[in-house]
């Protein structure tokens, strides 16, 4: 499986030409060549595939707190690390035009959000897709911890350089601000190695600073302190509310 979803890859890049790989053409290309937005569209299925795949771990470990992870699965985060790495790629270098292009297209009638469509992601990692409160950082394993890591990774491509546009998407996002808290809060389990619990922490943290970069006003502090109250005023427990300081304190120590 994970070498069909290489050969799919190799085939996109082939299509492109490999005019992605350099600075100069990349944008370009997607904005001018690919008027049919084949390779967005391919990028929205695979993320869909990834949603998907983590869908039906998490309901996997619904059942049984857990499990580890059957090879079948390893294959399908493993075409997931390879799609979320390219789209880091094609943003690399502080690419402002492909930066927004991820995330809105002006000639096309409906934008392919995609940047918005990882951040959703995220969510889904660390929230889970139900609503019985279930602590899904508590339940994940190394190569689990490795994705979340590798979709912050590209979340704060997205928004480096700066991109003000990506870093209003991100930080106005609520639900994606108290996965950062929760985060920079979890303990993990330890079946997760300390190099992954550091690296997933430290990207949470990285991700609020690159919301930040260039910026002269408050905006996103704003987002971030508004976020802190609607966590303090809902009925939740009191590590919840311990955990809800989280952003705020990292954005006071950036």
């Given at each position: 499986?994970?070498?069909k ?45 990834t ?26 985060y ?10 880091q ?93 929760k ?9 997760v ?22 910026r ?39």
């Amino acid at each position: 499986a994970a070498f069909k979803e290489q050969s799919m890859l190799d085939s996109m890049l082939d299509y492109m030409g490999r005019e992605i790989g350099t600075l100069k053409e990349r944008d370009g290309f997607l904005r001018e060549k690919d008027k049919e937005a084949k390779v967005l569209l391919f990028f929205k299925a695979k993320l869909d595939m990834t949603v998907n795949a983590i869908a039906d771990r998490q309901a996997v470990l619904g059942g049984v707190g857990f499990e580890p992870m059957s090879g079948h699965m390893r294959n399908k985060y493993a075409a997931a690390a390879d799609v979320l790495a390219l789209l880091q790629v094609t943003m690399e270098g502080h690419m402002p035009t492909m930066q927004n292009l991820l995330r809105s297209q002006p000639k096309r009638d409906a934008d392919i959000n995609l940047i918005q469509e990882i951040a959703s992601l995220l969510v889904l990692q660390v929230e889970g897709s139900g609503t019985t409160g279930t602590n899904e950082l508590s339940r994940m394993e190394d190569t689990e911890v490795e994705a979340l890591s590798a979709v912050l990774d590209v979340l704060i491509e997205a928004t480096q350089g700066p991109c003000a546009a990506n870093q209003l998407l991100v930080a106005s996002d609520s639900a994606l601000l108290s996965a950062l808290d929760k985060i920079m809060q979890s303990p993990f389990h330890p079946r997760v190695s300390d190099d992954n619990k550091l690296d997933v922490k430290s990207n949470a943290v990285k991700l609020l600073a690159s919301c930040l970069e260039g910026r002269k006003d408050r905006v996103i502090h704003r987002f971030v302190a508004s976020a802190r109250m609607r966590s303090r005023s809902s009925p939740s427990s009191s590590s919840a509310s311990q955990s809800s300081s989280s952003a705020s304190t990292a954005i006071a120590l950036i």
